[in-house]
């Protein structure tokens, strides 16, 4: 992409672009930003990445799973966060999904290429400004399948969001893709891989008001829940820190309370910029290169104050 036409806010991005450039062999990188799954609550991802945004964090490589997915690929493109905000301010569930009469799911994914089309300002992974993952899980290998390198970014997109049940599975090279989530829940190990030596990973929580379970989604939602609590060891083991944005109150089609979700996130975001900050402060720091983190220690991260 040109970098004329980039404006003063993506000068945030600079330093990963020329990080990008040199290629991810040389050892320890930078900072990398793992989004993890939450439907239409998946919106605090943005106000997330505004605070770090505003902060000028330098963001090495960005990850994502499910609603994540949508939100990672938007800030590789070179979309700000005021960018995907006015695209999440109006979107609705019409807009990535169409009611079908399948066997595999009640919605088909068609719509999200339209929508996605909207969002990214470019639509491969080797065009992309910051280096990107996308995960979705294989139902027929019964493991998480990671796109990352080159290719289109769409089918990995709506993969990754395909909601069991809800969403029909992608079909796709001999797999049978549904939701990253299944497999993973927040993906911070593919940071690593990508040379990212810290990582940040972005969690929604459970939603806490369902008490009761009447019908088909509230109850698949409620078993992934109650896997996802028991699976949260395999992803924190790979995240150096977790900012988990305080919307647990709210429902997973709370597309209509879009502002309240970005505020939750920005604030959640702001609450780990100090943590951050002392890592950078920490690293070697070169005018060619952004700031360079220590060695990745491979432990459970610490909440962060002032989030739930």
């Known amino acids: 992409m040109n970098p004329v036409v980039m404006t003063e806010r993506r000068h945030w991005w600079e330093a990963p672009r020329r990080w990008m450039r040199g290629g991810t062999q040389r050892g320890a990188g930078g900072i990398g930003l793992a989004f993890g799954g939450g439907f239409a609550r998946g919106i605090a991802h943005v106000g997330v990445l505004r605070a770090l945004e505003k902060s000028k964090i330098p963001i090495c490589a960005v990850a994502g799973v499910s609603s994540g997915a949508i939100v990672a690929a938007a800030v590789a493109s070179g979309a700000t966060s005021d960018d995907i905000e006015k695209v999440a301010l109006s979107m609705r569930f019409r807009d990535v999904a169409r009611w079908t009469l399948n066997l595999s799911g009640l919605a088909g994914s068609d719509r999200m290429i339209t929508f996605l089309a909207r969002l990214l300002k470019v639509n491969r992974f080797e065009e992309m400004q910051i280096p990107l993952a996308i995960v979705a899980t294989d139902l027929i290998g019964a493991k998480p399948v990671t796109f990352r390198g080159s290719g289109?970014?769409?089918?990995?997109?709506?993969?990754?969001?395909?909601?069991?049940?809800?969403?029909?599975?992608?079909?796709?090279?001999?797999?049978?893709?549904?939701?990253?989530?299944?497999?993973?829940?927040?993906?911070a190990k593919p940071l690593l891989q990508m040379g990212a030596s810290r990582t940040i990973s972005v969690a929604i929580p459970n939603y806490e008001g369902m008490a009761e379970y009447g019908n088909m989604f509230s109850v698949v939602n409620r078993c992934f829940q109650v896997m996802s609590a028991r699976s949260a060891h395999n992803w924190r083991r790979y995240s150096n820190l977790v900012i988990t944005p305080a919307v647990g109150g709210m429902a997973w089609d709370s597309f209509a309370s879009a502002k309240r979700l970005i505020e939750l996130g920005e604030e959640a975001g702001y609450a780990a910029v100090p943590a951050i900050q002392k890592w950078l402060a920490a690293a070697p720091q070169s005018s060619e290169e952004p700031a360079r983190s220590l060695p990745v220690r491979v432990q459970a991260a610490p909440e962060i104050p002032g989030t739930t």
Not at 159 to 178: D, N
């Open 152 to 187: 289109d970014v769409i089918l990995p997109i709506r993969a990754s969001c395909a909601y069991p049940g809800l969403f029909t599975p992608i079909r796709h090279e001999g797999r049978l893709l549904v939701d990253g989530f299944v497999g993973m829940e927040v993906p």
